[in-house]
């Protein structure tokens, strides 16, 4: 089984920053990829960002690029996911997510954090 703990959700004014963190733990090898995904109020999940976890490939919804950054301690089997310049748009619970690379769904998931910016 793998677990994933997400941190640094919180409060932020428009063109703010924060750095989300999901540790992983259990049974999470190189051949996993891990991922964010939000869910706005009433919305549907959306694909965020997404990294290899042993290549450091990564991929980024349109709406983040250039904002976004999503990456790697693996030592830690820790990813992160660096957002800046932060919109109200960008108000969601942020889970944190992997799948075995052979997948296209996601297999596994965190509890979610909360990520709320006012204008």
């Known amino acids: 089984q793998v677990l994933l703990v997400e941190s640094g959700g919180g409060s932020v004014q428009a063109g703010g920053s924060l750095r989300l963190s999901c540790a992983a733990s259990?049974?999470?090898?190189?051949?996993?990829?891990m991922g964010w995904v939000r869910q706005a109020p009433g919305k549907e999940r959306k694909f965020v960002a997404a990294?290899?976890?042993?290549?450091?490939?990564?991929d980024y919804a349109d709406s983040v690029k250039g904002r976004f950054t999503i990456s790697r301690d693996n030592a830690k089997n820790t990813v992160y996911l660096q957002m800046n310049s932060l919109t109200p748009e960008d108000t969601a619970v942020y889970y944190c997510?992997?799948?075995?690379?052979?997948?296209?769904?996601?297999?596994?998931w965190g509890q979610g954090t909360q990520v709320t910016v006012s204008s």
């Open positions: 997510a992997a799948r075995h690379e052979s997948l296209s769904m996601y297999q596994y």
């Open positions: 259990g049974r999470i090898f190189s051949n996993y990829v």
């Open positions: 990294i290899n976890w042993s290549g450091g490939s990564t």
